[in-house]
């Protein structure tokens, strides 16, 4: 037995070495790109065209963030990108709960279709929908609103959050639920009470990625909105000219673009923690 153990030992370090390996190759290949545009934004804009790029910083400089600022309207910009995508959040948090609790706890004519369809709307190519998109909100007096954008991104975001949803909800057991109406909570009450702290790290998973989603969406906010409505994804492509592409400091302006997710991230990991612990203790 002895013998069988001494080689197995070495069997389990070299597995765990190879894992590492490969976590770190994963690690590399996904923050290089990171590391190259904050790379590029630090250093100076002659730099950032050389032919032959240095791969470790050459220089560290702030006028490519001072150059970004002064394009157009950075502040208006990422002001109104923080609102649609807070707006799409908060509505698409409540109206998803609520269409993820009724397909998943209540029995009613046509809800495998419901079902089916949500999965079904998910398949449409987003750049198929520009044009029947674009004539409706026209017709509705949206078009070149923020009003108009939150809308289309509901729908785009609405389907994917009632179904990340509907599976954090049916794998709550029906029993808390009776249990807490059985003590005298309402329906209602059995739900705050009951199913929400269990539901938050779910919440929180699936705002993340609406947020996201409706933060770095670039093609419906360039088609549906003006340029003095434009967000901060569309405000990037001001670096682009007839003469060129600054690309310093656009890489400076994509950097404090991704400002608000990083501190978004940091806030949500103690939130989902949070969640998780308070779901298990009610559990």
């Known amino acids: 037995m002895s013998g069988t153990s001494t080689l197995a030992a070495p069997r389990r370090r070299r597995a765990r070495l190879g894992w590492d390996m490969l976590g770190l190759l994963v690690l590399v290949t996904a923050g290089f790109p990171l590391y190259w545009m904050l790379n590029t934004a630090f250093k100076p804009a002659k730099d950032a065209i050389d032919p032959d790029p240095s791969l470790l910083p050459t220089g560290l400089?702030?006028?490519?963030?001072?150059?970004?600022?002064?394009?157009?309207?950075?502040?208006?910009?990422v002001g109104r990108s923080l609102v649609v995508s807070l707006?799409?959040?908060?509505?698409?948090?409540?109206?998803?709960?609520?269409?993820?609790?009724?397909?998943?706890?209540?029995?009613?004519?046509?809800?495998?279709?419901?079902?089916?369809?949500?999965?079904?709307?998910?398949?449409?190519?987003?750049?198929?929908?520009?044009?029947?998109?674009?004539l409706l909100l026209n017709d509705l007096k949206q078009y070149d609103k923020l009003t108009g954008l939150i809308i289309?991104?509901?729908?785009?975001?609405?389907?994917?959050?009632?179904?990340?949803?509907?599976?954090?909800?049916?794998?709550?057991?029906?029993?808390?639920?009776?249990?807490?109406?059985v003590d005298g909570c309402s329906r209602t009450g059995a739900f705050v009470r009951v199913v929400f702290p269990l539901?938050?790290?779910?919440?929180?998973a699936t705002s993340v990625y609406g947020f996201i989603q409706a933060w770095n969406e670039y093609l419906y906010a360039l088609m549906l909105l003006s340029q003095e409505r434009q967000t901060a994804t569309v405000w990037l492509a001001n670096f682009t000219t007839k003469h060129g592409t600054e690309y310093a400091p656009m890489?400076?302006?994509?950097?404090?673009?991704?400002?608000?997710?990083?501190?978004?991230?940091?806030?949500v990991q103690r939130k989902m923690a949070a969640g998780l612990t308070a779901g298990a203790v009610k559990g």
């Open 251 to 267: 890489m400076a302006g994509a950097t404090m673009m991704a400002v608000p997710i990083v501190v978004l991230f940091l806030l």
């Open 61 to 77: 400089t702030l006028s490519n963030f001072r150059r970004a600022l002064d394009i157009a309207d950075f502040w208006g910009s």
């Open 152 to 181: 289309t991104y509901l729908t785009f975001i609405l389907p994917f959050t009632v179904w990340m949803l509907r599976g954090f909800i049916v794998n709550i057991p029906r029993e808390l639920e009776e249990a807490a109406m």
């Open 87 to 134: 707006s799409v959040v908060a509505i698409g948090m409540v109206v998803g709960m609520l269409a993820a609790l009724a397909i998943s706890r209540f029995a009613f004519r046509g809800r495998k279709v419901v079902i089916v369809g949500i999965l079904a709307v998910q398949m449409v190519p987003l750049v198929a929908m520009i044009i029947p998109v674009f």
């Open 199 to 204: 539901l938050a790290p779910g919440l929180v």
